[in-house]
């Protein structure tokens, strides 16, 4: 709306596309617009895209070439960093037993390896335990701690995990086995005092740093600074040269992207940083795991980390072993990392089999079953037998389809129990609905993030659950999709996107949460042969009135109504999506990746 109550016209006069969403110009500055063109002698659409992400014009140049010189946090401004930096020194020089305790994520994986190969520079062993989803669940159990203690363990660190792991510490502190805990998620309540070694957390109630968006391994890679710092002060490195952690900024960025952060500040540095470092293919497992996919990317990028590296990483914790993603990151030998690389790309065509099963039976569900309401705030859709590993991607794609937080729960019948994930609605707090549920006593467990939750309950507390969530989170929704609309940056040809321009925007890279992808709009163009490929993709060639052709995909759209409209040709559409390279056959070009589409004739 505009000051005077009016509606503001959607861009191109879009207030409702072909899937039912409005349009509209990310807003920018114009005066922060104009310093960042004079200033950067960048040209005005990318200047206007810089200013429309927040960057104050003194920021622009470390915005486009970070450095961690310039941005990295003083590891003491997090709370209890250099206490825990104290506890691993004073293990590792008394040769004390340690394990490292990670979730199975690749945020998990990515940060136990890089305590790993800092201890294993220094000369120390360190274990990697994590938990087993379906037999043990996420994070820390009193059954493992005693486990590892029975096996001679004397000190676990805890990775991505352990914050509210109330239960498990305080057996720990019972049989004598000390724990340092190294996480990023949302805490309800104070740390544990005396009964844990240490608790990094920059989202902790009393954590100074100002750093909570990062994603476990970038705590973790500042846990290294600290070490090295510690290390340095007590003089471990007058005889022993000191690790350079550049080295693994790549496991920190692939924690960052999997782990779905905000791009910004500190954590964006170390993302773009460790990607450049990614591009070496240095380390032994991320190599083998582009290799046996058969990505031949000479230059690191999110597509690489998110797409390719990250799915095939969590295919071990999500429906094989484990540690497998953890073991490979931290390997050296390459005839090692070869082989755990063939397992999880085969885990990974398993799960996606899986997933495409379970994602069928959800959609076939929502739209059938009276009892559920597609139009509802928040969708819960549950059914027996649901792999657990596989829900939180499902709810994903479940998200992308209904535009509205979704919760996927699969049902254990024999066990009486019913565990759930969940994907929210930019706008909407899942995370903190779950924890209110948990505190209302609806579930189980339960926690997680604002776009993200996970939790356990009873089979037949789902109704109440559902009602409650509705309920819950109605208000918020109602804002959200108010909000929900496609922001574009630029206004241009079918024949003016070319590979000039998308290399010009290329330079806001990497993209994600705080600093998303530039998106294009192309108005009046015609989808000519357009054609239905294998999974519900769409594609065509674009032309516009002049006669300039892009080449285009829409992911996943076959039946909805943008894909529809593609398939069916016929006159002139406006388009808006996100351009992508496009390399093949030594072409050097562009196309275009439709994110939405709206009829002229009916906006």
């Not at 993603?325 to 065509?349: F, I």
């Not at 290329?506 to 009046?524: H, K, V, W, Y």
Request: charged share 25%.
């Amino acid at each position: 709306m505009g000051a005077d109550g009016e509606e503001i016209p959607g861009f191109l006069g879009v207030s409702r596309s072909l899937d039912g969403r409005r349009w509209r110009e990310r807003w920018a500055d114009p005066a922060v617009t104009r310093v960042h063109q004079a200033r950067l002698g960048l040209s005005e659409p990318l200047a206007r895209a810089l200013a429309s992400r927040g960057v104050a014009e003194e920021d622009g140049e470390a915005f486009l070439r970070p450095t961690l010189r310039a941005q990295f946090p003083d590891p003491s401004t997090f709370a209890d960093m250099d206490r825990a930096a104290c506890v691993l020194i004073d293990a590792l020089r008394s040769r004390r037993s340690m394990v490292v305790f990670a979730d199975y994520d690749v945020d998990g994986a990515s940060s136990a390896a890089q305590l790993v190969r800092w201890f294993r520079h220094m000369g120390g062993d360190l274990p990697i335990y994590v938990p087993d989803r379906l037999t043990e669940g996420y994070g820390p159990s009193p059954a493992a701690f005693r486990r590892l203690r029975q096996d001679g363990a004397e000190l676990v660190v805890t990775v991505d995990c352990g914050a509210a792991a109330h239960d498990a510490i305080a057996a720990a502190a019972e049989i004598g086995l000390e724990v340092v805990v190294v996480d990023h998620h949302l805490m309800r309540e104070a740390p544990l005092g005396v009964t844990v070694g240490a608790l990094v957390n920059p989202n902790r109630p009393d954590c100074a740093s100002g750093q909570g968006v990062l994603a476990a391994a970038g705590v973790t890679f500042v846990l290294l600074a600290a070490l090295n710092r510690e290390s340095r002060r007590r003089g471990l490195f007058e005889n022993h040269p000191e690790p350079d952690l550049r080295q693994w900024l790549d496991l920190a960025a692939l924690g960052a992207i999997c782990d779905v952060t905000q791009l910004v500040g500190f954590n964006r540095a170390l993302t773009s940083l460790g990607l450049t470092r990614m591009s070496a293919w240095g380390n032994p497992g991320l190599k083998a795991l582009m290799d046996v996919a058969g990505a031949k990317a000479a230059t690191a990028g999110v597509f690489e980390a998110g797409f390719i590296l990250g799915p095939r990483i969590n295919a071990g914790g999500r429906i094989g072993r484990s540690d497998l993603g953890a073991r490979l990151l931290s390997t050296d030998d390459p005839a090692e990392a070869a082989d755990l690389a063939r397992q999880l790309d085969a885990l990974n065509a398993e799960r996606k089999d899986v997933e495409r099963q379970i994602l069928e039976a959800a959609v076939s569900a929502i739209d059938r079953d009276s009892n559920l309401d597609p139009d509802a705030p928040v969708i819960v859709v549950a059914q027996e037998d649901w792999h657990p590993g596989v829900i939180g991607i499902v709810a994903s794609r479940l998200r992308e389809r209904y535009r509205r937080p979704v919760v996927v729960v699969g049902i254990d019948r024999d066990a009486d129990i019913a565990k759930g994930s969940g994907r929210s609605q930019p706008g909407v707090n899942l995370g903190r609905a779950i924890q209110a549920a948990f505190e209302e006593g609806l579930i189980l467990a339960g926690g997680g993030h604002a776009m993200a939750a996970g939790l356990t309950l009873r089979p037949s507390a789902i109704p109440e659950f559902r009602a409650w969530l509705c309920e819950r989170v109605a208000g918020e929704m109602t804002l959200a999709a108010a909000e929900d609309a496609v922001e574009i940056d630029a206004l241009v040809t079918a024949g003016g996107a070319d590979r000039a321009l998308l290399e010009d925007f290329q330079r806001l890279a990497p993209f994600g949460p705080g600093n998303p992808e530039p998106i294009f709009a192309m108005a009046d163009v015609r989808p000519d042969r357009p054609m239905a490929l294998r999974g519900g993709h769409v594609r065509c060639t674009l032309i516009d009135a002049s006669g300039g052709r892009i080449k285009a995909v829409a992911w996943r759209a076959a039946d909805s109504g943008m894909g529809r409209r593609l398939l069916a040709g016929g006159g002139a559409l406006h388009v808006v999506g996100k351009l992508k390279i496009d390399d093949w056959n030594g072409r050097a070009g562009v196309e275009l990746e439709i994110v939405d589409a709206a009829d002229p004739r009916r906006i």
